[in-house]
């Protein structure tokens, strides 16, 4: 049986003695070469529960197994196959569009570097400005950068918080194609927290669905439009999030 990308058992994060759980004993098996999508309100648990994903945040109980490997006590070796982007991290302003992604293949140890930025530099159409400072880009151009920095070590788990937050239509169209064919190709697994229910319909095989630190329910998409007896899965997230009972069991 292959590895799954994510082995996730009784994940529980709370900041403080006595506080209520920002994440609550989450379950779940994430195979490879899929997209999955994390959803919830604002508070849910969606980023907490992708910081402890990437080891950024320790655990208060449970664990996380990424690409065969406990985060608890091998993180590194997990880490080398994954890679993180979301549009609320800036990459370093002052450095230009090619000295960051230098500086990622380099952190990455990525073999040949020099050939594999100038792929990402053609596919994701960064030429005309590889040369500027990441700070005088617009939104569209470091989305484009960061998803590129993203791709840098071809990462067989991708963890993505809102990739498309603040895009145009055709920017978010071109990002999400290009999620689709980055995970065709390569075979990896993608972790999406998003509010752009459309988004997740059209990219998501499986979805999470989070209220309270807790996971609510879970399905593909036409299973969750299916239980709740909507056409969308804009009515279902509204369902979850207002306490309305699905139709079925």
Known sequence: METPALLVE????????????????????????ETWGLLGGNGAG??????MLLGLLV???GRVVAL???????????LAGMNFSSPYIALPHRLTVDENLRVYAHLYGVPDSKRRIAELVEEFALGDFAKRPAGQLSAGQKTRVALAKALINRPALLLLDEPTASLDPDTGDWVRSALERYRAESGAAILLASHNMAEVER?????LMLKGGKAVDAGSPDDLLRRYGRDDLEEVFL???????????
């Open 59 to 61: 655990p208060s109980g």
């Open 203 to 207: 990219l998501c095989s499986h979805v």
């Open 46 to 51: 969606k980023s907490t529960t992708i910081a």
């Open 239 to 249: 369902d979850i999030a207002r306490g309305r009972a699905r139709e079925e069991a």
């Open 10 to 33: 009784g994940l529980t994060k709370t900041y403080r003695p006595g506080d209520t759980p920002a994440v609550d004993g989450l379950t779940f098996t994430m195979p490879m070469g």
């Open 68 to 78: 065969g490997h406990d985060m608890a006590t091998d993180r590194f070796a997990a």
